[in-house]
């Protein structure tokens, strides 16, 4: 659903077809890509020992994988924003002084990236990590920066990736959406209760600049057997706050 490039080069669409169907599939063939992506196998065969020349994909007996050579990029594009180097000290903070997990996010092409994640001593593992990328209205992260975006970038986000359900829990109707942000404009944090992941909760809070536009949000999260009652509702968003503020005033004065 995303917009159409005027000129799209059809070579470069077909190379990351084959490279996001290397991720979702976890490693393939050329016979399982090509019925996959209904491309013909000498199709699928030019492409790919192009992206091994190329160190973008390696070879594993007759299976390929994406390639490490993209971390490279991800981590150059990460040190590129100056959010990463300001939050991640105190997200790493957040998580000591809490125990638990705690995140950045930035928002890119409508959807939330994890630019850092911090372990606490009783951090559960989730299937998310840094470069994940996912859906803004299913994180409390993501709908702390929705938040704060200007209506019509909201209406072009919702337009290009929809309101999927994730859990029953997950919000989809674009009207409850709505009235989710505007409470959380109002508080100041977001939660997520379990609209992402069951058995997940999360309590989250945007960066903003000192002239209103938001920057990112960062957030803690755990199960939602230790992340509940007083602890979900007062601690856990005035820690995040408090943690938001420092943020804040660095990014202003650095």
Do not use: W
């Not at 100056?82 to 998580?95: G, H, Q, R, S």
């Not at 840094?130 to 337009?159: Q, S």
């Not at 992340?227 to 706050?241: A, Q, S």
């Amino acid at each position: 659903m995303g917009k159409q490039a005027r000129h799209a080069v059809k070579s470069v669409e077909n190379a990351f077809e084959i490279l996001d169907a290397l991720k979702e599939l976890d490693g393939a063939g050329v016979s399982e890509l090509s019925e996959h992506l209904d491309f013909p196998k000498s199709t699928i065969h030019n492409y790919l020992s192009t992206l091994l020349q190329e160190e973008y994909v390696v070879k594993d007996g007759s299976t390929y994988h994406v390639g490490i050579r993209f971390l490279e990029y991800g981590a150059f594009a990460r040190i590129q924003m100056d959010i990463y180097d300001i939050a991640k000290p105190e997200v790493d903070t957040l998580a000591e002084t809490t125990g638990e997990l705690a995140n950045l996010m930035v928002e890119q092409h409508g959807r939330g990236s994890y630019l850092h994640r911090a372990r606490g001593d009783r951090a559960v593992q989730v299937e998310a990590h840094v470069g994940t990328r996912v859906p803004l209205h299913g994180t409390a992260l993501g709908k702390a920066i929705l938040a704060h975006l200007p209506e019509e970038r909201v209406d072009e986000i919702v337009e290009m990736h929809g309101l999927q359900a994730y859990t029953p829990k997950t919000v989809t109707d674009r009207a409850e959406l709505d009235e989710d942000l505007a409470e959380i404009r109002e508080a100041g944090v977001a939660f997520d209760d379990e609209e992402r992941l069951p058995g997940l909760r999360c309590v989250a809070a945007p960066i903003l600049s000192n002239n209103g536009r938001v920057l990112g949000a960062i957030s803690v999260s755990g199960p939602s057997n230790r992340i509940r009652d007083e602890r979900f509702t007062e601690t856990l968003p005035n820690r995040v706050l408090e943690t938001v503020n420092v943020i804040e005033l660095n990014v202003t004065y650095s």
